[in-house]
């Protein structure tokens, strides 16, 4: 009778706490990037990466005509893990040779260097990235040639 009663016990348990993808938690989250307080604008493709301290990141592709994204760990607009982030940010152009350049001052590129975070609590649709400095220009094939490149 203990055996029927521990095989039942267990499959109670199995059922109360459900099988789950082992996965943590997110919560939904889109925002904007500001450059300079504007919306950031561009020509090409952006990305925001946010990384927690348990190195589950989460990217979101910018919107080149106003700046939004909404970010994604495991699934599409699935959210961010809470808690705190590191955050970097891209806007890539094509360059000479099909080369992406990145448009934003290089400190953004990564999490180590860009001095960004944010916190994540709880469901947003208004989280600011604000970034300072100059959006660069894409150089064309002909400046490259002349060794034009404005930085890159």
Not at 88 to 106: D, E, F, M, T, Y
Request: hydrophobic share 40%.
């Amino acid at each position: 009778m203990s055996r029927y009663f521990l095989i039942s016990a267990a499959l109670a348990a199995l059922i109360l706490t459900g099988c789950g993808d082992g996965r943590p938690s997110r919560v939904k989250t889109s925002g904007q990037v500001l450059l300079n307080g504007q919306p950031l604008t561009f020509k090409g493709d952006g990305f925001v990466q946010v990384v927690p301290a348990d190195n589950r990141p989460a990217t979101g592709k910018i919107n080149p005509s106003d700046g939004t994204f909404t970010l994604t760990t495991f699934e599409d607009g699935d959210g961010v893990v809470r808690g705190e982030h590191k955050v970097a940010v891209w806007a890539n152009a094509l360059g000479p040779g099909g080369q992406a350049v990145n448009l934003l001052p290089r400190e953004y590129a990564d999490t180590a260097t860009s001095g960004l975070t944010i916190v994540v609590d709880e469901a947003t649709d208004s989280l600011k990235i604000e970034l300072e400095g100059k959006l660069r220009t894409a150089p064309d094939s002909a400046n490259a040639l002349r060794g034009d490149a404005s930085g890159f």
